[in-house]
């Protein structure tokens, strides 16, 4: 992979979020984990699973009816991070893992409208980065 990828993962970020997530039990966490992991493996399904043996850096996009702190977007997309950026464990990936030798964040910006209320997603733009001498 050589020019930037878009993914467009179709959850909200908010459910996964720290914010959504600190009331809730260990189950109901798991099991928005893990719906979130799936999102994020058919986006990447749904791109032609790219890869790339260098650095990227990732920029969030989240399209949602209501505004949310932008912290809020990077923990609530921490699961799929985490499944999109881990090659050498999962197998599938972009890159082997998600260090900062690997991952760096970019912007983190939203998209606000009411067409969003139910159609919430996270459009992941992941850019070569040039490796550090």
């Known amino acids: 992979m050589t020019a930037p990828v878009t993914l467009t993962i179709h959850f909200d ?39 790339h043996d260098g650095p990227v850096r990732l920029d969030y996009l989240a399209r949602r009816a209501h505004a949310v702190d932008d912290d809020g977007i990077v923990s609530g997309a921490k699961w799929m991070r985490d499944t999109l950026c881990n090659r050498a464990k999962n197998g599938v990936g972009i890159v082997p893992d998600d260090s900062p030798k690997w991952v760096t964040l970019g912007t983190v910006t939203q998209e606000i409208d009411k067409q969003w209320k139910g159609r919430e997603q996270l459009v992941l733009t992941v850019t070569p980065r040039e490796k550090k001498p």
């Open 13 to 51: 970020v908010g459910r996964t979020s720290a914010n959504a997530t600190r009331r809730l039990n260990r189950w109901e966490v798991s099991r928005r984990a893990k719906v979130s992991k799936l999102a994020a493996l058919q986006a990447l399904a749904d791109a032609g699973f790219p890869e």
